[in-house]
């Protein structure tokens, strides 16, 4: 492979280390974002997906592209289309990255989307994530920082994933065809509950951190200030599959993907501890 690889959201969590990865690997990047903002070793290029003639541009030169739907977007079908649409047009590879669990029923938009893209004639991979352990530095950062984490996750486990190996399993799947037409659910190496994460991250910051369940009305409540009421919704109906058990599963998709085993919850406490926790 010889083309270049349009990274779609190159400046956001996953997105920015993906661009790393594969600059790394001595790949050709178009590092995709609103503001073409540059990234060491990549070609900056703007692409706003809710500007459709900005998506061709993009995809010149292409071969294979990253794809993710922006957080927060309630309705992901038409913002993406145009996308996959062109993809299309050019025959070119589409990795694209939804979340765990979105496979459990087609209404489901983000699935969707999916299908969209197993619909379209394209090669694809489906790379669905398990939560994310970036969300204690992000989503979660202030409940943190004030030393009690609130969601309404209930005694539910997750295997958490670092985005680091969201990133270098898309990485895989971006410069490999062996895994074509497949969808993988991405997990961390274990299952543990908020309050066992809550442990990790007091071992890991120095301080004590709690966790305390809170109902949807008072989470959608808390967050909708910050995300907006629509999407607090959201994140508060995603919470279910977590009181229910079902994202505690642990797969080996990581490894498959990026060739190494995924990074636990321990370590990316420690490698993201602040420094004046």
Same mark, same amino acid.
């Given at each position: 492979? &010889?083309?270049?690889?349009?990274?779609?959201?190159? #400046?956001?969590?996953? @997105?920015?280390?993906?661009?790393?990865?594969?600059?790394?690997?001595?790949?050709? +990047?178009?590092?995709?974002?609103?503001?073409?903002?540059?990234?060491?070793?990549?070609?900056?290029?703007?692409?706003?997906?809710?500007?459709?003639? #900005?998506?061709?541009?993009?995809?010149?030169? +292409?071969?294979?592209?990253?794809? %993710?739907?922006?957080?927060?977007?309630?309705?992901?079908? $038409?913002?993406?289309?145009?996308? %996959?649409?062109?993809?299309?047009?050019?025959?070119?590879?589409?990795?694209?990255?939804?979340?765990?669990?979105?496979?459990?029923?087609?209404?489901?938009?983000?699935?969707?989307?999916?299908?969209?893209?197993?619909? &379209?004639?394209?090669? /694809?991979?489906?790379?669905?994530?398990?939560?994310? &352990?970036?969300? /204690?530095?992000?989503?979660?950062?202030?409940?943190?920082?004030? @030393?009690?984490?609130?969601?309404?996750?209930?005694?539910?486990? $997750?295997?958490?994933?670092? +985005?680091?190996?969201?990133?270098?399993?898309?990485?895989?799947?971006?410069? $490999?065809?062996?895994?074509?037409?497949?969808? /993988?659910?991405? #997990?961390?190496?274990?299952?543990? $509950?908020?309050?066992?994460?809550?442990?990790?991250?007091?071992?890991?910051?120095?301080?004590?951190?709690?966790?305390?369940? %809170?109902?949807?009305?008072? /989470?959608?409540?808390?967050?909708?200030?910050? +995300? @907006?009421?629509?999407?607090?919704?959201?994140?508060?109906? %995603?919470?279910?599959?977590?009181?229910?058990?079902? #994202?505690?599963?642990?797969?080996?998709?990581?490894?498959?993907?990026?060739?190494?085993?995924?990074? &636990?919850?321990?370590?990316?406490?420690?490698?993201?501890?602040?420094?004046?926790?």
């Amino acid at each position: 492979m &010889s083309a270049k690889i349009l990274v779609i959201g190159a #400046t956001g969590n996953v @997105g920015s280390h993906l661009v790393k990865t594969l600059v790394a690997r001595g790949e050709q +990047v178009r590092a995709a974002s609103r503001q073409a903002r540059i990234i060491d070793g990549a070609e900056a290029v703007r692409l706003d997906l809710n500007d459709p003639t #900005t998506i061709a541009p993009a995809f010149d030169g +292409v071969d294979r592209a990253y794809l %993710i739907v922006p957080p927060g977007e309630l309705n992901p079908v $038409s913002l993406i289309k145009p996308v %996959i649409e062109e993809a299309a047009r050019r025959k070119a590879k589409i990795v694209l990255q939804t979340a765990i669990g979105v496979d459990a029923d087609d209404n489901i938009p983000l699935r969707q989307v999916e299908l969209l893209l197993q619909g &379209s004639g394209v090669p /694809f991979v489906i790379l669905r994530p398990n939560w994310f &352990s970036d969300n /204690f530095a992000t989503y979660w950062g202030h409940d943190v920082a004030n @030393g009690t984490i609130e969601v309404p996750a209930g005694e539910g486990k $997750s295997s958490f994933i670092d +985005v680091r190996d969201i990133a270098e399993s898309a990485a895989g799947a971006l410069t $490999s065809d062996a895994f074509d037409g497949q969808a /993988f659910v991405l #997990t961390g190496p274990e299952a543990l $509950s908020y309050a066992e994460a809550a442990v990790v991250l007091s071992k890991a910051y120095g301080k004590t951190i709690g966790y305390r369940s %809170i109902d949807d009305a008072a /989470f959608i409540a808390k967050l909708t200030p910050v +995300v @907006g009421e629509g999407y607090a919704q959201l994140l508060a109906a %995603i919470y279910h599959p977590v009181r229910e058990g079902w #994202t505690a599963g642990v797969t080996d998709a990581v490894e498959r993907l990026s060739g190494h085993a995924p990074r &636990s919850l321990e370590q990316w406490a420690r490698d993201n501890a602040p420094v004046n926790a």
